[in-house]
């Protein structure tokens, strides 16, 4: 039998996870790495102050968030992204692809140094049902 969560379950552990990233945090998009060495950095996407509004059904939404409009970029595609704290720790670590992946990007995955990067909206989940 598969272990489930009841939803106040969900919404706490989705929250309590969101709350470690703080205010003004950053998503970075990144080149092959992982949570430990998490990849060059390409673009950085600043949070709204309030990064995350509170978990509904599990999943929370982020607010505003400041697009890059002077992307650092590479020659190499972004493999992965992480949410971090505006120090520097990285809380979440997650792929990036161009479709079916934890973060899907429209129009290549290449960034090159000076393009803007936006993103149009973003949810975390921490558990599923």
Known sequence: MAVTHSTAARNAATDAVTALIGV????????AGNIGAPGTVVATLPLSEDAFGDASSGTATANAITSDTNAAGNASEVANATLETSGGTVVIHCAVGASGSDINMTGGLTIAAGD????????YTALSA
């Open 24 to 31: 003004s945090g950053n998503l970075k998009l990144r080149l």
């Open 116 to 123: 803007t990067v936006e993103v149009s909206s973003l949810t």
